[in-house]
């Protein structure tokens, strides 16, 4: 067990909906990164906050958005949703920024349909 | 071109046998870091091991160790006395900057009893 909590584990959508996975990072953890890993994209970096700041993006949409609340926890929003968006979606902590580890929560399984 | 270069998209090794699993990397960037993930089947990513690019020494972790050659930009994992627990997808990444991480693509290991 990693310490970073993610909800729900598994989502079952339609294409055009609206969805929020939410994360819970490590204690003590400031910086939190999203990841999406899908068959044909790989793993994929999309966005990192420390301390309910941006501080780096990737790969990700414009239909999809993330933030970091004051007791940094973060939450990623995909909208307008693509049977393209089936992946599962990884939050992963840090103490720091940098070139610190990462821990990885269990995930979010999505199915759009 | 790719960042990450895991060359052996599957591998097998005997029961309490050594395996190298390769990982190659581009960067201009004289400071990044450099991991290695387990994913179990179960879907987990699983922290094995970390580098950074000013460790002068090759960095261990129990039965893991990582074969560092700055000048060829290799990171290559070494699991040594290999079990069968240790049959998963392996994932080599690099972290440049502040946050920005890529991963390789993965290799698959089988691990015989």
């Known amino acids: 067990d990693s310490g970073v909590t993610q909800t729900p584990k598994h989502l079952i959508t339609a294409t055009g909906q609206r969805v929020t996975l939410r994360c819970s990072p490590r204690?003590?953890?400031?910086?939190v990164y999203w990841y999406q890993q899908s068959l044909d994209q790989g793993l994929q970096f999309l966005i990192q906050y420390y301390n309910g700041e941006e501080r780096a993006k990737g790969n990700i949409l414009e239909r999809f958005s993330a933030q970091q609340f004051p007791d940094l926890h973060s939450e990623l929003n995909l909208s307008s949703l693509e049977l393209g968006d089936s992946a599962l979606y990884f939050c992963?902590?840090?103490?720091?920024?940098?070139?610190?580890?990462?821990?990885f929560g269990p995930g979010t399984r999505l199915l759009v349909l | 071109a790719q960042k990450i270069t895991q060359t052996q998209p599957g591998m097998f090794v005997q029961e309490k046998e050594a395996v190298t699993l390769d990982c190659t990397y581009d960067t201009s960037d004289p400071s990044y870091g450099l991991f290695w993930y387990k994913q179990p089947s179960s879907g987990e990513m699983i922290f094995l091991i970390y580098?950074?690019?000013?460790?002068?020494q090759n960095a261990t972790e129990g039965r893991y160790s990582l074969n560092f050659q700055k000048a060829r930009k290799s990171a290559n994992l070494v699991i040594s006395a290999s079990q069968l627990g240790d049959s998963a997808m392996y994932f080599c990444a690099m972290r440049e900057g502040w946050g920005k991480s890529t991963f390789g693509d993965g290799t698959t290991l089988t691990v015989k009893p």
């Open positions: 992963a902590s840090s103490v720091r920024e940098g070139q610190e580890t990462q821990y």
């Open positions: 580098q950074g690019s000013y460790d002068q």
């Open positions: 204690s003590g953890d400031l910086s």
